[in-house]
């Protein structure tokens, strides 16, 4: 659907510093996390409500991530944590994180958010960290259900889905041959938007004539990315149109075909940052692309942990909570706080957005 111009973002040119506070104010806590096991009013803190929040986003260098994590500094702030702190690892492979969240779970940190790079690896540790006090928001990529107390999501995965495919039908006149370029193979997020574009490429008459040939993953690694672009490109000399749902696969895709013979022939949609992308559409590389405005994703997930930390919700459908400027938020099915709303972006709009 394309109702999904959003006028609202909060434009958050967050490229906020990575490492923010040090590890300071942990003293202050110190283990006292650990002896709080769940639920009651303040429960988690060491003194008096102070809490701490870790952010521990699939990589650090990631620009996407980056500006999620503006937003939830912001959110941290404003929520009343004492201290926000990101860490984590520079590759986005499926077990890299759980180091960094045994940590975490050491520091007696009272709210781990976390974007899972594989739904299981991370389970044994977070569940370590939640027996030891700590509340665990999921955001962008979810971990299994069971280890976490929420999921704060971009936008339903099923429209993030759909709103591609509705991209690169237009783009390719509703017949051809296209391949996804995805991020890791075992990211939840992207596994699950993979899944649903499968579905309704099978199930929609409107899709009947396009043909989904390969998938791909870079990896959210920019050379890799632009490798894979290239191999499909070789691989599949008829291929009409690229998804890309990552904004690191889509900028590596788009680069390639930009100096290549493709640009203008095969097209290119999924979902991208508008800085990273404004060249590309602007030499008609690409035509349109979507994205929801990631800060608002972090923004959401810091009220969202801080609501869990002083036990006013425990993660129960029903549940709601205040995140700041951007209202009051409710928990859906699956304990799923929905952030979007999805914007389109092309030459028309995309100079309106700085992220
Ligand atoms: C990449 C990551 C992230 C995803 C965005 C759209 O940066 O894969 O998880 O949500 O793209």
Redesign the pocket.
Same mark, same amino acid.
């Given at each position: 659907m394309r109702s999904i111009h959003s006028g609202s973002t909060r434009r958050r040119a967050a490229f906020a510093a990575l490492a923010t506070s040090a590890a300071l104010v942990l003293s202050a806590c110190g283990g006292g996390a650990a002896t709080e096991g769940g639920g009651g009013t303040e429960g988690g803190s060491g003194s008096d409500g102070e809490q701490t929040i870790t952010f521990i986003?699939? =990589?650090l260098n $990631?620009?996407? #991530?980056d500006v999620?994590l503006g937003g939830g500094e912001d959110g941290a702030t404003e929520a009343g944590f004492v201290s926000s702190e990101v860490v984590g690892p520079l590759d %986005?492979s499926a077990s890299s994180q759980v180091s960094f969240i045994n940590a975490e779970t050491q520091r007696g940190t009272n709210v781990i958010v976390i974007?899972a790079n594989d739904p299981d690896a991370v389970g044994p540790a977070l569940e370590e960290a939640r027996t030891a006090g700590a509340k665990i928001v999921a955001f +962008? @990529?979810d971990t299994n259900p069971d280890y976490r107390d929420l999921f704060v999501s =971009?936008v339903n995965a099923k429209d993030v889905a759909l709103i591609q495919l509705e991209l690169i039908s237009e783009q390719i006149g509703g017949e051809g041959e296209i391949a996804i370029l @995805? %991020? #890791?193979a075992n %990211?939840t $997020? =992207?596994n699950e938007w993979i899944k649903f574009m499968e579905e309704e490429l099978a199930a929609n008459p409107d899709y009947a004539n396009i043909e989904l040939v390969a998938k791909v993953y870079g990896d +959210?690694d920019d050379t890799k990315s632009f490798q894979e672009a290239q191999g499909l490109l070789q691989a599949y000399p008829d291929l009409k149109g690229i998804i890309s749902? #990552? #904004?690191? *696969?889509?900028a590596a895709t788009a680069r390639y075909l930009s100096t290549s013979e493709y640009k203008g022939k095969v097209a290119l949609t999924? &979902? *991208? &940052?508008p800085n990273e992308m404004r060249p590309f559409v602007k030499d008609g590389t690409v035509s349109e692309f979507a &994205?929801w405005d990631?800060a608002q &994703?972090g923004y959401v997930a810091a009220f969202a942990g801080k609501a869990l930390a002083d036990g006013s919700i425990t993660g129960e459908v029903g549940d709601s909570f205040e995140a700041g400027e951007l209202g009051e938020r409710e928990v859906g099915e699956g304990g799923i706080v929905l952030v979007g709303p999805p914007t389109v972006f092309n030459a028309e709009n995309i100079d309106d957005y700085d992220f």
């Open positions: 986003p699939k =990589q $990631n620009p996407y #991530t999620v %986005a974007a +962008d @990529s =971009q @995805s %991020a #890791t %990211a $997020n =992207q +959210d749902p #990552t #904004t690191v *696969g889509i999924g &979902l *991208g &940052l &994205l990631p &994703l």
